[in-house]
């Protein structure tokens, strides 16, 4: 190859061939042990060598690529839908429940227990097309913002799990979300928030009908939950929709231990990652007692099995991609 | 560019760019029609073009993708299944259905109805692990014989069928299998058959469960039917499992009607395609009364939504991608 063509070929080689590709995680054990597990699956001459159809990476959303406190966005998104609701039609709060999560009483709603929590989602959640859902919840991420941090909730992704994310795909990982979150409320902002298409991403979800309107088919949010994509479900449904067993996986919560169980037992170079909230300055710190990502089998049990536990006060040098 | 560069370039260039697409088809409408579909939804400076992350097709398996007669496939594999397990424990034969089936009496089982189908189903799908499950699977295919071909049942899937899903996928398209068949059976064999990996499976699936075994965790498959991925439940899965409406369809029943019916009724280009079975010397010639793949509202209203009817005596010059 003649100079010039060489440098002509220097000159188009991206940059971040050399730079680090996780330039918002801190020099740690964390962050060596992440460079070096997905650095020997991808040697095609290293024995642990995977092949790119196997290269199946799988994360948790809530408290795992973007925050979670002081409850789940998507259910502070279904009280502000229910207040939305209610101010065209206050009949539609026929319960102590309803009533107050319109108010954004959440206290009261977790009070209720189980029963509350499907009650405000069946009606927030349902009662529309899948299509006119997912219109309310863009509508909601463009205008709400978080009651803390004031951002926009789609800029509470963190930055070092977007980076994270970026790099297994530059290294021919597929990347999915498995969350307990409700699959069409993720699939509004997963795409341009983590680069995940619809159809990597995994959720919890409501019963859904095949209508006419007019002639016309619809697809319709009916009341009732379907499936529930958390604990045993994670596996189960990786299992039922990707077919294949992951070799990454990514959680925060005991909600997440089936699925890093499952991945990290199978034969061949695995890993198991768990963000452990502990930045109560920057994030917040919770963990065992916590209502919300409550975090006990995993850090019991989690190290023995060769999980790497994140601890995001010391080991991501930035929180959020939004400025903070 | 020098004429030597350009002379290297050419003698690069795939043959397949100039060959015909779709060599086991005959010139006909139906070839024609979709040729021209693919070129306009994939012509950068057309007026119909999709990008390729929208170019999703979805295909039915029995009777679309290979045979279904005299029954469909999964079912022969049961009942060879249930003769093989009461060998080592004559007890599981515990009513008339699953005696009936264990000893191929087809009538019997179908004059039993659905609940005979499903106790035939549920003796022969559960009680195992999923990978268990699927190395029965993978052993009756090496074995079993079709009763009137003699060919192996993954030698009887459709060459020009299979033409069409590389040609698809050479043109960016993402390719599906959205099926009532079981969603671990058809793994077994869709890679190797179609081209079309685990993840890009949809079917009917049965109840799993996240159990350990001497503390190694295993997913088992238990009795129940937990969706039935057939008429209306083919879209409804299409949204939940895919999350994006397909612009190209292709089925042979009426179980494929809402399928068709959902990818035609978007916006913008699409195509629906039913295989119409019209060739009783080489396959089979069965719809309006067919007891399997029964044809009837594809038949009447398909015509007038545009899809092709594939008559597979003349558009077909092959049938089967095993020798016949």
């Known amino acids: ?7 002509a070929v220097l000159s188009c080689t991206p940059l971040t061939l050399f730079a680090d590709p996780l330039p918002s995680w801190n020099d740690s054990d964390s962050k060596n042990t992440i460079i070096e597990f997905i650095g020997n699956v991808t040697d095609p001459r290293g024995p642990n060598y995977v092949t790119p159809a196997d290269r199946i990476a799988v994360f948790d959303n ?30 539609i709060l026929s319960t102590p429940a309803l009533k107050a999560a319109a108010e954004g009483d959440l206290q009261t709603i977790l009070e209720g227990g189980h029963d509350a929590l499907i009650e405000v989602v069946n009606a927030s959640h349902s009662g529309s097309s899948v299509e006119v859902f997912q219109a309310s919840v863009a509508d909601w991420l463009g205008t709400a913002r978080h009651p803390e941090t004031d951002l926009p909730y789609d800029q509470m992704t963190y930055q070092p799990m977007v980076e994270l994310l970026r790099y297994l795909r530059d290294k021919d990982f597929k990347t999915y979300i498995v969350s307990g979150g409700g699959l069409h409320f993720m699939r509004v902002f997963a795409e341009q928030a983590y680069g995940i298409p619809p159809e990597q991403i995994l959720g919890t979800y409501g019963e859904t009908t095949y209508d006419s309107v007019d002639g016309t088919p619809v697809i319709n949010k009916a009341p009732g939950i379907a499936f ?6 994670k596996p189960i449904n990786i299992e039922r929709t990707i077919g294949k067993r992951p070799i990454f996986a990514g959680g925060n919560s ?71």
């Open 254 to 324: 005991d909600g997440d231990f089936a699925m890093l169980e499952w991945t990290t037992a199978g034969d061949g170079p695995r890993l198991g990652v768990l963000i452990h909230h502990t930045d109560a300055d920057r994030e917040w710190a919770y963990d065992r007692e916590s209502p919300i990502g409550r975090l006990v089998d995993g850090l019991d049990k989690g190290p023995d099995m060769g999980w790497v536990i994140v601890d995001m006060a010391n080991d991501w040098s930035r929180i959020y991609t939004g400025a903070n």
């Open 1 to 7: 190859m003649r100079y010039a063509a060489l440098a």
């Open 228 to 233: 529930i994509d958390d604990k045993e479900g």
């Open 62 to 91: 809530d408290g795992t690529l973007w925050a979670e406190q002081p409850v789940y966005f998507q259910f502070i998104f279904a009280m502000d839908q229910l207040a939305e609701l209610a101010a065209q039609d206050p009949s």
